[in-house]
């Protein structure tokens, strides 16, 4: 779950596309409805942008207490404390620097709602390329990156030769990722998937 930020989707669907804030706040009273739902007979609720009376949301789903949430984005005030308050897993879309200033904020908010910081899964999304120098990994990284993701992806990235790729994960771990969330240059083909498999998932 996260607030959204691509407007063109939002138009593309007929939404309206709303402030930063108003979008978080849409997004908490999802969180609490859906939370609901999922661990109790009936859910009401009276929001101010979303309302249910005496909802039934049968079969519930088969994980206990629920199915988990995942909140993405990394915005330090609203957020991280929302992840503190509803979510299993976070997805901080940061390089491993920034990441590890984020996951600090983070346990602040988990410890000011009284949540073990430690129950959290942190995740990020990184990109692959794989090549046989890093300047050529670097030159393929796609012109829609900056959009995506911040700073400078080809340094940070999973973008390089086997070795640089080695400790661009090593960097990830270092600094608190417990997932990684991959795309792949080449997804369709899935060549690049493959070759990471090899090197890097262990059998």
């Not at 942008?49 to 005496?54: I, K, L, P, Q, T």
């Not at 909140?71 to 879309?93: F, H, I, P, S, W």
């Not at 940070?156 to 990684?180: F, K, M, N, P, S």
């Amino acid at each position: 779950m996260g607030a959204g930020w691509y407007e063109e989707e939002y138009r593309a669907f007929g939404y309206d596309f709303p402030a930063a804030g108003e979008r978080l706040k849409r997004l908490e009273e999802a969180l609490q409805i859906m939370t609901s739902m999922w661990t109790q007979d009936l859910t009401s609720f009276e929001g101010t942008y979303f309302r249910a009376s005496g909802v039934v949301n049968q079969p519930a789903g088969v994980q206990t207490p629920r199915l988990p949430v995942l909140v993405a984005g990394g915005g330090e005030k609203v957020t991280l404390r929302l992840v503190a308050e509803y979510a299993d897993m976070c997805n901080v879309q940061e390089p491993p620097t920034e990441f590890a200033r984020k996951l600090d904020i983070l346990a602040e908010h988990c410890a000011v709602v009284g949540r073990d910081y430690s129950t959290i899964t942190k995740t990020s999304t990184s990109y692959c390329i794989i090549a046989d120098t890093d300047k050529q990994a670097r030159a393929a990284v796609p012109p829609w990156a900056p959009m995506v993701f911040p700073g400078d992806l080809g340094w940070y990235g999973l973008v390089g030769t086997i070795a640089t790729i080695h400790e661009r994960l090593a960097a990830y771990e270092q600094v608190g990722v417990d997932e990684l969330i991959l795309g792949f240059q080449d997804a369709l083909s899935a060549d690049t998937l493959r070759r990471f498999a090899e090197e890097f998932i262990q059998r």
